[in-house]
């Protein structure tokens, strides 16, 4: 079975600092392009940032400067760092690991800033 397990989560004030983890069993994970998502309420999800098998990444223009992708492929794990956290990053962030075949989702994690 493909698995994907986020952890890292949780409430924090704005400014604050997050780092979510993502590790990946069931595929090759080298071979698939990682990302994270999100959405919020009432809200499209949106992609925030992708990193793909060259380490080459793409961030959100609302999160550059402050988020940060990367990944371990030697540990299976996708990592998003979240500096200078504001209340309008609130969502529930997902991890995708993308083929260009298939793909699959993790379960997602909440992240709440709030004073």
């Known amino acids: 079975q493909v698995q994907l397990v986020e952890s890292g989560g949780g409430l924090v004030q704005p400014g604050g600092s997050l780092r979510l983890s993502c590790v990946a069993s069931?595929?090759?994970?080298?071979?698939?392009?990682m990302g994270w998502y999100r959405q919020a309420p009432g809200k499209q999800r949106e992609l925030v940032a992708r990193?793909?098998?060259?380490?080459?990444?793409y961030h959100l223009d609302s999160v550059k400067g402050r988020f940060t992708i990367s990944r371990d492929n030697a540990k299976n794990m996708v990592y998003l760092q979240m500096n200078s956290l504001k209340p309008e990053d609130t969502a529930v962030y997902f991890c995708?690991?993308?083929?260009?075949?298939?793909?699959?989702w993790g379960q997602g994690t909440q992240v709440t800033v709030s004073s």
């Open positions: 995708k690991a993308d083929s260009g075949i298939r793909e699959y």
């Open positions: 069931g595929i090759i994970f080298s071979r698939y392009v």
């Open positions: 990193i793909f098998s060259s380490a080459g990444t």
